[in-house]
């Protein structure tokens, strides 16, 4: 059973700290992904990783940044918070399909964060 | 114009009734094609994937029309449990295999 945990729930900064959210998986996966939900706007992609120390800009990268050392775990950093990044962040892992298979996205719970 | 258009609902139907969602996407070299089911506060997870034949998984039914560029997910004899938001999710092979996600469509299923 595939399981993609991030190290918090609940999360509450000031404007201008950094912040660090964590995501870990417990199934090999090459490819891991940060998306930020927000109502009306549907889950968007901020950065993913094919591979350990590898990333690509997502749809909203700016004001954003990723750390990918190990394979199981990929942290999105807030450099400096500011308001308008009070989301719902959420991480998902996969792997890549084999031929003619359709490569399904894996979800952790969520980390929802409000930046004062 | 969103890449993929869903209407938003809310769609509030009866225990035992069935309802349909359709969605739209915009990217013609979209190549996979998936429902995700969303609880309130929770993660996304799959419910199934759209396979151009259309394929079902019990009560739920998907169909891809390629031509018109839309989805759909058909459920029958509706329970309370599957009040959910539902997530069309469209892969373009070519872009690295990253997804595109619908805002979603909610439903609120009714004794």
């Known amino acids: 059973d595939v399981k993609v945990t991030q190290s918090s729930r609940y999360l509450v900064k000031r404007t201008g700290e950094k912040v660090f959210l964590e995501c870990v998986q417990d199934?090999?996966?090459?490819?891991m992904f940060w998306y930020r939900q927000d109502p009306g706007l549907g889950l968007r992609l901020i950065y993913f990783?094919?591979?350990?120390?590898?990333?690509e800009k997502g749809d909203i990268p700016e004001g954003y940044s990723v750390s990918r050392e190990k394979k199981e775990r990929f942290s999105l950093i807030l450099e400096s918070a500011s308001t308008n990044q009070t989301s719902m962040y959420l991480c998902?892992?996969?792997?890549?399909?084999?031929?003619?298979?359709?490569?399904?996205?894996?979800f952790g719970p969520g980390t929802r964060l409000l930046v004062l | 114009r969103k890449e993929v258009e869903q209407d938003p609902g809310p769609f509030n139907v009866p225990e035992g009734a069935t309802v349909a969602f359709n969605c739209t996407y915009s990217?013609?070299?979209?190549?996979?094609f998936f429902w995700y089911r969303q609880d309130c506060r929770k993660e996304p997870k799959l419910l199934m994937s759209?396979?151009?034949s259309g394929n079902e998984d019990g009560r739920f039914t998907a169909q891809l029309n390629r031509a018109s560029q839309y989805i759909s997910l058909l459920i029958r004899d509706s329970k309370l449990s599957d009040s959910a938001t539902y997530l069309c999710?469209?892969?373009?092979?070519?872009?690295?295999?990253?997804?595109?996600f619908g805002g979603g469509t909610r439903l609120m299923v009714k004794p």
């Open positions: 998902a892992s996969s792997s890549p399909a084999a031929g003619g298979q359709q490569e399904t996205q894996y």
């Open positions: 199934m090999d996966h090459e490819n």
């Open positions: 990783s094919y591979d350990v120390k590898m990333k």
């Open positions: 990217n013609s070299a979209s190549q996979s």
């Open positions: 759209v396979y151009s």
């Open positions: 999710v469209v892969n373009d092979h070519n872009a690295g295999n990253m997804l595109t």
